[in-house]
């Protein structure tokens, strides 16, 4: 069974700065993409970003393109989100996800992915 947990969230001003964490137990992950989803008050979950465990390959919403960053560090089992230039609408619960079935394609549909955290608070004032 594979265990997500992500931490950093918080208070942050807008333009600021945060940095997530998710660690990844319960499996080897070198087939897998691991996911960064949100999910802000009144609206659905949406994709943020995704990575390939193996490869390192990254897709991103348009809407954090060149704003966020996804990285993994395979020693660790641990994927970051390094978010910079933060604006209010960024506020949301952020939450990790892992897709099992493949390691090549990045999907951004939710029902893509078979494993996720319990999410983290990110709260960006204006």
């Known amino acids: 069974q594979v265990h997500l947990e992500e931490s950093g969230g918080g208070l942050v001003q807008a333009g600021g700065s945060l940095r997530l964490s998710c660690a990844a137990s319960g499996r080897t992950f070198s087939s897998y993409v691991l996911g960064w989803f949100r999910q802000a008050p009144g609206k659905e979950r949406e994709f943020v970003a995704g990575i390939t465990w193996s490869g390192g390959r990254t897709v991103y919403a348009d809407s954090v393109k060149g704003r966020f960053a996804i990285s993994r560090d395979k020693d660790k089992n641990m994927v970051f989100l390094q978010m910079n230039s933060l604006k209010p609408d960024d506020t949301a619960v952020y939450s990790c996800?892992?897709?099992?079935?493949?390691?090549?394609?990045?999907?951004?549909?939710?029902?893509?992915?078979?494993?996720w955290g319990q999410g983290t608070q990110v709260t960006v004032s204006s």
């Open positions: 996800a892992a897709d099992r079935t493949n390691g090549f394609t990045i999907w951004t549909m939710t029902g893509s992915y078979d494993y």
